[in-house]
């Protein structure tokens, strides 16, 4: 079973960005601009042989981030036998409906990536009806960033997972992932995710502060929903070996404490997890 990575980009960088963003990018990495470069050869040499990876680029209008979703149709056709892409939306910006349409039915792009917070929209609006029902009977799982940004235009308010429990109860069929365990949120998130069967939370982003994931995970453990996390890495901001590592190593940093362990065999069964038939995307 090849290992899944339910969680990276394509972009070409800088070019799909405004410079706004560019610069509060930089809060990330301590002031120093993030090389955001994709390149396939870099993230396979990076990784373990055979990981199959879901892709896509990311559309928010408000924060400059702005990826055509046929350039995500072109990077999975190079690599059609390791890369599943999704398509992207922003529905705060007109004809968005047409873009959901044309990505999944003409570029083939099999799921479908939201900014919540990027773009500045609460993904219960009744304006996103359109988008909800077209993904449940078309079978298109969706992906969505929870958690935080260094963007300061971006609201808060519209990345808490909280608000995916009302559409998950009118839409239950629609399969979910909540991107970055919600972190900081990361307790509302297992909430969210506990209740509903269709919705699951990746790792990505957060074995880079390990007494944090560390504590996430403990959450994860206490609250029974191992079953909930998928795996996923976040590149170009880290790596399948960076995450694998960080995740192997998190009891490690407890020697010499009476802290509790995470399950190791739990952990592994995570990284080991086939994510595409719970996605429906075997």
């Known amino acids: ?20 963003f560019r610069q509060q990018a930089k809060r990330a990495k301590a002031g120093v601009e993030m090389d955001l470069t994709v390149r396939f050869e870099d993230y396979q040499r990076q990784s373990v ?7 896509f680029g990311g559309k928010a209008q408000l924060s400059g981030l702005w990826v055509d979703d046929r350039d995500i149709h072109d990077y999975v056709a190079a690599h059609p036998e390791q890369l599943i892409g999704f398509l992207s939306l922003d ?6 409906e047409k873009e959901m349409h044309f990505g999944h039915q003409e570029l083939g792009l099999r799921g479908i990536k939201l ?3 990027y773009a500045g929209f609460l993904p219960q609006d009744e304006r996103l009806d359109p988008l909800w029902k077209y993904a449940e009977k078309h079978r298109l799982p969706v992906l969505l960033h929870t958690g935080t940004t260094f963007i300061s235009q971006a609201p808060i308010e ?6 995916l429990d009302p559409v998950a109860t009118k839409y239950p069929e629609v399969r979910m992932i909540l991107a970055h365990l919600g972190h900081p949120y990361e307790g509302e998130c297992i ?9 699951y939370a990746d790792i990505s982003a957060l074995h880079y502060r390990p007494f944090q ?10 609250y029974g929903v191992w079953d909930k996390l998928l795996f996923g890495t976040d590149y170009p901001f880290t790596t399948v070996n960076a995450t694998l590592d960080g995740l192997r190593n998190l009891n490690k940093m407890l020697e010499g ?8 065999a739990a952990i592994k069964r995570l990284i080991d997890r086939d994510s595409l038939p719970l996605l429906g995307l075997n």
């Open 115 to 117: 900014m919540p917070m």
């Open 257 to 264: 404490t009476a802290l509790p362990r995470l399950n190791e």
């Open 1 to 20: 079973m090849p290992l899944i990575d339910v969680h990276s980009h394509f972009w070409r960088y800088p070019d799909h960005f405004q410079d706004d």
């Open 49 to 55: 042989p055979g990981v199959r990876s879901i892709v």
């Open 191 to 199: 909430a969210v995710i506990r209740k509903h069967p269709h919705l």
């Open 213 to 222: 994931f560390y504590h996430s995970l403990m959450l994860v453990q206490e």
């Open 91 to 96: 529905p705060t910006q007109p004809g968005w």
């Open 158 to 163: 519209c990345t808490l997972p909280r608000h």
